[in-house]
Structure formats: C-alpha cells, structure tokens
Nanobody, 122 residues
Framework: VQLQASGGGLVQAGGSLRLSCAAS????????VGWFRQAPGKEREFVAT????????YYADSVKGRFTISRDSAKNTVYLQMSSLEPEDTAVYYC????????????????WGQGTLVTVSS
C-alpha cells in the first residue's frame, strides 16, 4: 500500500491544521495507522494511532486533548486534526500503516508516507 501525507503548512501558535493520509494501491481498512513526527535533530516520535476499528485510538501524552485521529474508510484516508498548536509541535509528520494492531513503536510499521512539514510560529 502506498501512503500520501498532506495538509502540513505554516500556522501560528494556537491555530489548527488537519493532516490527511491517503492510501492507494489497496485499501488499508484492515491496517492500523499511526502518525509520527520528527523535529530537526530529534528522533522520530509517536503522535497518535488508530486501529482497524475506529474506536481504538491512542495518543502521546504531549498531544492528548489537542489532536484527534480518525479514519474515513470510504475515502481510504486517515486524518489527524491538530488544534491548539504549539511551537513544540513543529516537525515533519509521517503516517504509517501496519497489518497488526495499533502500536506506538514506529519500527513495527510496514508502510510509510513521505512526510508533511508542520511549522508552528510563536
């Protein structure tokens, strides 16, 4: 499955963005999907994940209450709605999919998108 992440951009602190992760090649209805991010000079870190069932979601503590992950199976797309953005959220955001259950460990994901840059100005 090929993943295409989009929706990044420049936003002021306190603003919102919605990232999209569109799958092509085949449906990823049976995949768990995760969002990860990597800031310059830092390691890739977990942001959020959603299971095959949309009722199963997990978030990093740093984004809990501000970010919401969701999926639209009809559009073969997973979204990350980001609100109350902070300069610390600045990073390249990647979506990834795996055939197993949701996980916060990036090395368990089989398929990756190319990343989309989110820049939050203070």
């Amino acid at each position: 499955v090929q993943l295409q992440a989009s929706g990044g951009g420049l936003v002021q602190a306190g603003g919102s963005l919605r990232l999209s992760c569109a799958a092509s090649g085949r449906t990823f209805r049976s995949n768990a999907v995760g969002w990860f991010r990597q800031a310059p000079g830092k390691e890739r870190e977990f942001v959020a994940t959603i299971g095959r069932s949309s009722s199963i979601t997990y978030y990093a503590d740093s984004v809990k209450g501000r970010f919401t992950i969701s999926r639209d199976s009809a559009k073969n797309t997973v979204y990350l709605q980001m609100s109350s953005l902070e300069p610390e959220d600045t990073a390249v955001y990647y979506c990834a999919a795996r055939t197993g259950p949701s996980s916060s460990y990036h090395w368990l994901y089989d398929f990756w998108g190319q990343g989309t840059l989110v820049t939050v100005s203070s």
